[in-house]
Nanobody, 125 residues
Framework: QVQLVESGGGLVQAGGSLRLSCAASGRVFSSFAMGWFRQPPGKEREFVARIIWSSGSRYYGDSVKGRFTISRDNAKNTVYLQMNSLKPEDTAVYYC??????????????????WGQGTQVTVSS
């Protein structure tokens, strides 16, 4: 089992920044990949970013490219999502997810095996 706990959400003005953290515990392996998804109010959950734990390869959704950066701290089993130049349309619940069969770019929810509880990000205009 893998447990994921997100933190760092909150309220920020448009143009501001936030950094989300996702701490992983349990049977965490370097072969994993970690992802961030978000679910805006009344909409489907969508892919935001992904990082391959071992290689550090990164993938981003089109709507966040150039503004968001995913990174990881192997020693702390923690993944981060640095969000800059935030827009009101970035408002959503952000979820961390773990893919136990890492490889390539995976952007669909069903490709991930474990999920955190989510953290709310609200961007005011």
């Amino acid at each position: 089992q893998v447990q994921l706990v997100e933190s760092g959400g909150g309220l920020v003005q448009a143009g501001g920044s936030l950094r989300l953290s996702c701490a992983a515990s349990g049977r965490v392996f370097s072969s994993f990949a970690m992802g961030w998804f978000r679910q805006p109010p009344g909409k489907e959950r969508e892919f935001v970013a992904r990082i391959i734990w071992s290689s550090g390869s990164r993938y981003y959704g089109d709507s966040v490219k150039g503004r968001f950066t995913i990174s990881r701290d192997n020693a702390k089993n923690t993944v981060y999502l640095q969000m800059n130049s935030l827009k009101p349309e970035d408002t959503a619940v952000y979820y961390c997810a773990a893919d136990t069969s890492a490889g390539g770019s995976k952007i669909y929810q069903y490709e991930y095996d474990y999920w955190g509880q989510g953290t709310q990000v609200t961007v005011s205009s």
